[in-house]
């Protein structure tokens, strides 16, 4: 009878629904929800440029900026130093 106790108690703290996996999945839900938002504000500023230089919508300083960054262009009366 002791021998059975033990085992529901040890399968109700280290079982698979035990409380330490419930601690271990809170804690990685947590993490995940963190990560999701990180995420969804990294869509959220894509969305934002990708509107921005859409057809409907188009920023010019925003164009520019990016012809600067990704294609290295720069106009004929600018010095550019590094």
């Known amino acids: 009878m ?3 106790g033990l085992y529901f108690t040890f399968a109700a703290v280290q ?3 035990g409380l330490f996996k419930r601690v271990e999945v809170r804690a990685e ?3 995940l929800r963190l990560e999701l938002a990180g995420l969804q504000a990294e869509v959220a500023r894509m969305e934002n440029l990708t509107t921005r230089l859409s057809d409907n919508f188009l920023d010019l300083d ?3 900026e990016q012809a600067r960054h ?3 262009l ?3 009366d600018e010095i550019v130093i590094r």
């Open 2 to 4: 002791i021998v059975l």
């Open 15 to 17: 079982g698979d629904y």
């Open 29 to 31: 839900s947590a993490a």
């Open 62 to 64: 925003l164009l520019d």
């Open 70 to 72: 990704l294609l290295g």
């Open 74 to 76: 720069i106009r004929a």
